[in-house]
């Protein structure tokens, strides 16, 4: 069993770093960091009220409404608190966004996301990622929508919704856990800006200097009616892993590069936009390190032991057609989307497969390549009443089709990247190949509809309908897994629904319950004995209370939300005979509570708190995989396997998390000002897996049970993390510098075991995703 382990603390070795650290925390004025930040407008960043908090408008229905409003718990990333954390992946902020939980793989892109306890337990998305009007990223079992999810460099983003609980109603499948929306900063026929900047930085352990640089345009072509907006970021990530195998330094160099263009145009009553998107994540090897099996420790700082380069690339070309018309009565909205989605991935596997002609004298190398390749194209009608109605509704229909291939392949070769020798060439010079083409075709039709009896009693309702029909193919060959072409497909029918009584108890309180459902799609399951032919939509049932509150004459927010999720049919990940396919695997239950609070106790200072409990546990064992085989001089064996056990935690769910933050403006002259913040982030131990269990036996002849084995998962450790940032800014330009994890703290995002899979199962070492080691920065901006 694997036990907590001791951190170590670094000491600070540049004498720059840490005069940036002390000036820095001496500016900053206190904690904390909640859902909201005071309006800023580019350059000077001048509060727009000193005192009160401001006002946010979210589109979690699907219309434009106060966050105070909104009955459900909603937090929102703005772009003024995304470029004061000078935030480039997703890892930079999850941890200060209550219920959500992240882990890397390694690089941007490599991401796995989950909230209030709904872990990614298997390929399918478990949260929904929008981008404006459009989902992007696949509803498909075959695409690891979980490992891949979508992680935008944020730069033209004006804000980042990310909703908690099941949207099942409005946003369909892959969001029964919750949703993260990007929201990007429309064509303004109305004014003409630019802006270039760029910056540098220096991380723990990197020889480089990283560099990024970034321009923007927002161009009127006809006033006040069609205007044009372009931008284009790179961020070039300086390596800090050094190679354990050859002695190769810095070997995680990479980039990550977004190009937007959008056009639209304004008339009497009704808007055109037309966006495209492009972006690139490139990077040559992930940002993991060996640490000892036993101990947890460090084996070599920030080194990893690779025998195969582990490049990662993933490349996003997004189109998207957005028209709004008012026909008087109602607005109707029409939301097209296509994208184009490449992703390349390679894992060294020498370690597992590499000995597997050891005894005949020629070790070897092994890794997989894995290639996705998918196209979507969605489409989404809908038509919605006006705002501000006692009745209130909307209707709707969606498509999606999806297009996808998954394509894997795992070689063995000399220890010098030479074939192997006839005949071990022939027999095991590949040890598997696999292709998947899949598609995925889902209709639905959903409504929603709320109605205001009198000035403290609301009520809310919504449903969708939607169907999905699936079909793949499995083209499979090699001496580890089974050999031929097998077809599969499914179909299914799901019903979702939402209910919310809403209630304002006062000017300035208003508390909402609400129950509803989410899934996850299921599908055509891979072709092996001992699996199901398909595995089941994966369903929830959520319950929830909350309150949002403001008092002292609104200079005090406070929001608290408590649930509780019934998870059935859950779609567990398991391996037969060496191909890995998908069962339902019971039922588990996870209830929290969250809470953020945002205080603005004076002028120019905001401070905040988030929090969120969450006790996520599986409810009975996972479903037992039998599989059966003859064995020479002993007889027939069977094999017994369950993947999961009753009790065990949801993977990578801590039960505690919060942060703290602070925000502070003070007018300079000149027309200067200057901020000064910065966040603290905690985050409780968690596991990485869930328990297996094994069970032997001899059933021919009848001997009963000969071995058990108990794998229990590892458990990460608990961390916590500061960041700190100060900027100084005028009408046309910004300078700001900022540290990430000031005091370098070595907290892990995931862990796995690297365990030899044909020798002695033996455990080499683990292998684990730090956060992001100690970084300092600076940043230039000019705007005109």
């Not at 350059?43 to 966050?67: F, H, M, Q, S």
């Not at 499948?173 to 900063?185: D, E, F, Q």
């Not at 019934?566 to 191909?579: C, R």
Request: with cysteine.
């Amino acid at each position: 069993m694997h036990k907590h382990h001791t951190r170590e603390r670094a000491p600070m070795r540049r004498s720059l770093t840490t005069a940036i650290s002390l000036t820095l925390a001496l500016c900053m004025a206190g904690p904390a960091l909640a859902q909201q930040a005071p309006a800023e407008s580019s350059g000077a960043a001048a509060a727009a009220d000193p005192v009160t908090l401001d006002n946010v408008v979210v589109t979690a229905n699907k219309r434009a409404e106060n966050i105070r409003e909104v009955a459900t718990a909603v937090s929102v990333l703005d772009s003024q608190q995304l470029e004061n954390f000078s935030s480039t992946q997703m890892s930079d902020y999850a941890s200060y966004v209550p219920g959500l939980q992240l882990q890397s793989s390694g690089t941007p892109g490599q991401t796995q996301v989950s909230m209030r306890g709904i872990a990614a337990l298997s390929p399918g998305s478990t949260v929904g990622t929008y981008l404006d009007e459009t989902p992007v990223g696949s509803n498909n079992l075959y695409q690891q929508a979980t490992l891949y999810t979508l992680d935008l460099l944020p730069f033209d983003v004006e804000r980042i919704e990310v909703l908690r609980g099941p949207q099942g109603t409005l946003y369909g499948a892959g969001s029964m856990g919750g949703l993260i929306k990007y929201t990007m900063v429309k064509p303004d026929a109305g004014k003409t800006e630019f802006r270039v900047g760029a910056g540098i930085s220096q991380s723990k352990g990197a020889d480089d200097t990283g560099l990024n640089y970034r321009f923007g345009m927002n161009v009127p072509l006809i006033d006040d009616s069609l205007a044009l907006r372009a931008s284009y970021a790179r961020n070039d990530i300086a390596g800090s892993i050094d190679n354990l195998v050859d002695g190769s330094k810095d070997i995680n160099d990479g980039d990550q590069t977004i190009g937007r263009v959008a056009l639209r145009w304004q008339g009497d009553g009704s808007s055109v936009q037309l966006s495209a998107m492009r972006q690139e994540i490139d990077s040559d090897n992930n940002a993991a390190i060996a640490l000892d099996p036993v101990t947890l420790k460090a084996n070599n700082g920030l080194g990893n032991f690779v025998f195969v380069d582990e490049p990662f690339k993933k490349d996003l070309d997004y189109y998207s057609l957005t028209v709004d018309w008012d026909f008087g009565f109602a607005d109707f909205v029409s939301a097209t989307s296509y994208s184009d989605t490449s992703t390349l991935f390679t894992q060294d596997l020498t370690l597992l497969y590499g000995g597997l002609l050891a005894d005949f004298g020629l070790p070897g190398k092994s890794f997989l390549r894995q290639t996705l390749d998918m196209d979507q194209f969605t489409q989404e009608f809908r038509l919605q009443s006006k705002s501000g109605n006692s009745f209130e509704w909307l209707v709707g229909a969606f498509y999606d089709k999806e297009d996808g291939d998954n394509h894997q392949f795992i070689p063995l070769t000399q220890m010098d990247g030479s074939p192997l020798p006839p005949p071990f060439g022939n027999l095991f010079g590949v040890l598997g190949q696999v292709s998947i083409p899949s598609t995925y075709e889902e209709t639905a039709v959903f409504g929603n509809a709320s109605y205001k009896f009198n000035d403290w009693f609301k009520l809310g309702a919504g449903v969708r309908f939607s169907r999905n029909d699936q079909d793949f193919v499995q083209e499979s060959s090699g001496p580890l897994i089974r050999t031929g072409t097998f077809p599969n497909s499914s179909s299914e029918d799901v019903f979702t629904w939402s209910v919310t009584p809403q209630f304002q108890i006062n000017p300035d309180m208003m508390v909402y319950a609400k129950a509803g459902t989410g899934y996850q799609p299921g599908g055509p399951n891979v072709v092996a004995p001992g699996l199901p032919p398909a595995v089941d939509s994966s369903m929830l049932t959520s319950y929830e209370l909350g309150m949002k509150t403001s008092f002292a004459e609104n200079r005090v927010l406070l929001d608290v939300a408590a649930y509780q999720i019934d998870w059935e049919d859950i779609q567990v990940a398991s391996q037969v005979n060496g191909v890995s396919g998908l069962v339902n695997g019971g039922e588990a239950t996870s209830r929290g509570i969250e809470a953020s609070l945002q205080w603005r106790p004076l002028d120019g200072l905001t401070l905040g708190l988030n929090g969120a409990y969450n006790d996520a546990e599986i409810d009975e064992d996972f479903p037992t995989i039998t599989v059966t085989q003859p064995v020479p001089g002993l007889g027939t064996l069977r094999a017994d396997v369950n993947t999961g056990l009753k009790g065990d935690r949801m993977p990578y769910v801590p039960d505690l998390t919060w942060s703290l933050t602070a925000d502070y403006y003070m007018p300079l002259s000149g027309g200067w000002g200057a901020n000064f913040g910065g966040g603290w982030r905690w985050v409780d131990d968690r596991t990485n897996a869930t328990t297996n269990r094994e069970v032997i036996s001899i059933i021919d002849p009848p001997l009963g049970e000969v071995q058990r084995t108990v794998t229990e998962p590892l458990v990460i450790d608990s961390y916590g993390a500061l960041d700190l940032y100060a900027s100084f800014s005028n009408e046309h330009w910004s300078v700001r510098a900022y540290m990430k994890n000031v005091t370098d703290e070595r907290g892990y995002s995931s862990m796995n075991d690297i365990t030899d899979q044909v020798g002695d199962g033996g455990t080499h070492h683990i292998r684990a995703v730090p956060i992001q080691p100690r970084m300092f920065g600076v940043e230039v901006d000019y705007r005109f």
